[in-house]
Nanobody, 122 residues
Framework: QVQLIESGGGLVQAGGSLRLSCAAT????????MAWFRQAPGKEREFVGT????????RFADSVKGRFSISRDNAKNMVYLQMMSLKPEDTAVYYC???????????????WGQGTQVTVAS
């Protein structure tokens, strides 16, 4: 089974940047599409972005397009979410996920990390 652990969350000022990391274990990590989701209190879990196993295909939600980027290092079993120009509405618990298809629905992903809190102060 795949196990995922997020790190890198914290408190930042609006306009700042933060990089989240997701460490994965699993024999076939490089073949999994990976995604980032976020969930704010009282809100549904929201798609942020996804990257194919090869790293060649990337999609983002409109709310973060142009501000966030995703990269992966399959040799190290790591996936990253670089967040820039952060806004207070980006405040949420951020989760990484692994699946078998490049999809935007949370239900499509089989493996989830525990989440890391990102708080953006105004």
């Amino acid at each position: 089974q795949v196990q995922l652990i997020e790190s890198g969350g914290g408190l930042v000022q609006a306009g700042g940047s933060l990089r989240l990391s997701c460490a994965a274990t699993g024999r076939t990590f490089s073949s999994y599409p990976m995604a980032w989701f976020r969930q704010a209190p009282g809100k549904e879990r929201e798609f942020v972005g996804t990257v194919s196993g090869s790293g060649n295909t990337i999609r983002f939600a409109d709310s973060v397009k142009g501000r966030f980027s995703i990269s992966r290092d399959n040799a190290k079993n790591m996936v990253y979410l670089q967040m820039m120009s952060l806004k207070p509405e980006d405040t949420a618990v951020y989760y990484c996920a692994a699946g078998t298809r490049l999809l935007t629905a949370a239900a499509a992903y089989d493996y989830w990390g525990q989440g890391t809190q990102v708080t953006v102060a105004s």
